[in-house]
Each structure stands twice: as C-alpha cells, then as structure tokens.
C-alpha cells in the first residue's frame, strides 16, 4: 500500500472538513445537485471524447489500483535478487530455477523462460513487449486522470455561469437568488476540488509509477538477458547497478565489501 497516496486524499478531505466546521458545520449548505451534474456529469461527458470507451474503462480503475500501490521490490533489492538468481544457474544450472521461488511475477516469468531453454532473442523480444504493453496501460490511466482535472476546473466555469444567468434571469424573484448563487459558487468548489484533491494527483502518482516501472522491469529483461548467456553473478550485479543513482550504489557497494 501506498501510504502517501491514502494520507494525502485523506488530507485534503480532512482540510476541507475541518474549514466546514469552523464555519459552523452547516455540511448541507455545501451540497448542491445542479453543481454535482455540471461537474461529474459534464467533466465525465468531455473525459469519454478523448478517449476510446475501452481505454476509459480499462485505465480507470488500474490508474486507481496504481496510484494506491507501491512495487514490491525496490530497484536495489530487485538487482541482488537477479544476482542470487544468476548464482544459482552458474553454480546448479537453469532448472534449478524451477524450485527457486521469486516474489516479483515479471522476474519470475523470466526466470521461467529460462528454466525452459528459450533462446535470446525470443525472450528479449517477449518481455519488452510485455514491459512495453504494461507501461502503455499506465500511461493510459494517467491520461485519463489528467483529462479529467483539466476538464473538472472548466466545467466548474460553466456550472458558475449557468447559475448566474439563472440568478440574472429572475432578479424580480428573490427566492430564486439563493439556489442559484450556490450552484454558481459550488459548481466552482466541486470542479477545483475534485481536479486539485483527486485526479491530478492522482495523475502525477501514476507518471511516478510509470518511471519506476520502466527502470525495475528493464533491470530485470537485462538481468535475465545476462544470466540467459551465462554471465557471472558479479558481472550481472556489476552492470545492473549501472540503473541506480550515485547513493544507491554506494550502499549496495558496501554492503558487498
């Protein structure tokens, strides 16, 4: 789990909550339906334009999966994984690998391929596509969220000024001058709301991810890649480590001395 991305939303709702209260905690002042379908409604409408139905509903909820989730082996645990994988075929041959239990599943799918006597170039080919699909998704999710927080401010603008043209439009009636001032002024709150507390943070979590992922499964089809021809366990590690910014290198070279 992701906890900066739970404390953060939780946050933010925990701000809005707080300012409520302190204003008098009248919750029911700060709902109004008109304002929630100009947002969710309109927002949603613009979101599925740009993008195909099939996209939406595949990057939606993985963007969500992601963005709460973190990988389960870091780039500097990942490579002394690979290591002790490249040790045991050196020193037991690849089946051994078939009782080796690996905790990453895109680790373990290469260990697997190997186990199984693929050639290079298949294995090589496979799994960059199987990287390159699965950062395509992502990508995807990302996307999808970014669109939505910049549609949600600007359909918040149209909510506003349809409320004022209602409030304009019955000035000789002043009971008609409350509902529509609030659905003007919350269309805006829920637009600014929903892009700067939700979506676009989520979108930029998942950018993150998306990088993070890029570096950790091209570690691994270059790890599996250098154990597939045989290479020692320290050329692997030596090569890897390559990935890793100055500071974690220095730690995984002390912690090998």
Known sequence: MDLATGVGLLGGLATVF??????????AAYFDKHAVIVIFGGATAATMMRFPFSTIAHGLPMGLRFAF??????????????????????????MALENMEISDPFLAQGARYIADGYDREFIRDTMERDRDNFLMHLDEGSKIYRAFGDCAPAW?????????VTMFANMSDPSKLGPAMATA????????????MI??????????????????????????????????????????????????????AAEAA
């Open 18 to 27: 707080t300012l409520i209260m302190i204003d008098g905690g009248n919750f």
């Open 69 to 94: 989730t973190m990988r389960s082996i870091k780039p500097p645990e990942l490579i002394e994984e690979i290591t002790k994988i490249a040790d045991v075929v050196r020193k037991s041959g690849p």
């Open 156 to 164: 918040g603008m149209i909510g506003t000024i349809l409320g004022m």
């Open 185 to 196: 002024l919350l269309a805006t709150l829920y637009g600014a709301l929903l892009a700067n």
């Open 199 to 252: 979506t676009l943070p989520i979108a930029d979590k998942l950018h993150v991810k998306l990088e993070e992922e890029d570096v950790s499964r091209s570690i691994i089809i270059d790890g599996i890649l250098l154990i597939r021809d045989s290479k020692s366990s320290s050329l692997v590690r030596e090569m890897l480590i390559a990935y890793l910014p100055h500071n974690h290198r220095e730690d995984l």
